[in-house]
């Protein structure tokens, strides 16, 4: 009798056990260059984890001590001369660590890894950067590698690496693009490209990024929208643009970020690169499916 006891509590761990994993979200990796990037993902990453139940980790290539072109009333919140480069690299990167830390925790993610690569300047050539003059490029590959190996990611969120992207968006789309594919585990994850659309617009036309074939988005595959704008409850006076922007209200440090087209994004649209096997997509159209679905659904 005490044995046939044992068994049934061993079976009924197992099986809660077993629908406790089954139950799970998407496990995702946010891979971006400079805190604040993420805000063009901030309501596919809410939903994820806050409706879906998913986890969500980012990886952040730059410590963002460069981000001072548009910080006039970011110096007058923080008390710092933050327009001065010199002052603005001493202290931007611990100002930009915790408002970052403060934005994942508004959109519910587990963890970020700073690669702590240096935020120099701007320009829109990743060459500098990629090629491992002005970044630890073997470091980086390295926590990639260790970061891939080790969580065991469902999908990989990138920006869109167009030709007027900053160097620094670029190369971390690159970063993130390379890490896939050298990964060699079971599973390997699938990556896609999101950029901030509003509704009277056309998405950006875009092939692959000159000079580099793994930025390649597969022909003939689907895009795939989260649509922020749509207005739900009493009076349509909601609409998830709200997460958006309690998101990019924590970044005191970069004024810009509030005025220009984040803030007036209403779709957030993800492609689907070619480095990815074509089965992949069933999977992508699902995990939006299911974001359409999820929380408060959209019409």
């Given amino acids: 009798m005490k044995n046939q006891l044992i068994k049934a509590f061993i079976y009924s761990f197992l099986c809660i056990a077993f629908f ?18 993420e805000t063009g993902f901030s309501v596919t990453v809410f939903k994820i984890t806050h409706e879906l139940k998913g986890t969500v980790d980012m990886a952040v290539m730059t410590d963002g001590g460069g981000g001072f072109a548009d910080s006039q009333l970011g110096a007058m919140y ?16 611990l100002i930009r660590k915790q408002e970052i830390l ?25 060459t500098p950067y990629i090629s491992g003059k002005n970044w630890n490029i073997p470091h ?24 007027g992207q900053h160097g620094h968006h670029k190369t971390a789309v690159l970063m993130g693009l390379r890490a896939v594919q050298r990964f060699k585990g079971a599973k390997k994850p699938i990556i896609i490209a ?13 092939t ?23 207005r739900f409850k009493e009076n349509d006076k909601l609409s998830y643009k709200i997460v958006a922007d309690w998101v990019i209200s924590v970044y005191k440090s970069q004024g810009a970020i509030q005025e220009n087209a984040i803030h007036k994004t209403d779709l957030e649209h993800y492609r689907y690169f070619d480095i990815n096997d074509a089965s992949g997509v069933n999977k992508v159209e699902k995990l939006f499916k299911d974001l359409a679905k999820s929380g408060f659904p959209a019409p």
């Fill in 194 to 206: 999101g950029s901030p659309l509003s509704l009277n617009s056309k998405p950006l036309d875009f």
């Fill in 102 to 126: 403060d934005a994942a925790k508004i959109m519910g993610m587990r963890n970020i890894y700073f690669m702590e690569q240096p935020d120099d300047w701007y320009t829109t050539d990743p």
């Fill in 208 to 230: 692959e990024l000159a000079g580099f074939p793994e930025t390649k988005i597969k022909p003939g595959a689907p895009s795939f929208t989260l649509n922020r704008a749509f």
């Fill in 140 to 163: 980086v590959e390295s926590r990639m590698d260790n970061l891939l190996k080790d969580q065991n990611y469902d999908f990989v969120i990138t920006m869109l690496p167009h030709a």
């Fill in 78 to 93: 923080y008390g710092l001369n933050l327009t001065d480069s010199v002052t603005a690299r001493n202290h931007l990167p």
């Fill in 20 to 37: 406790q994993v089954s139950a799970q979200g998407p496990k995702v990796l946010v891979v971006t260059a400079h805190p604040d990037d």
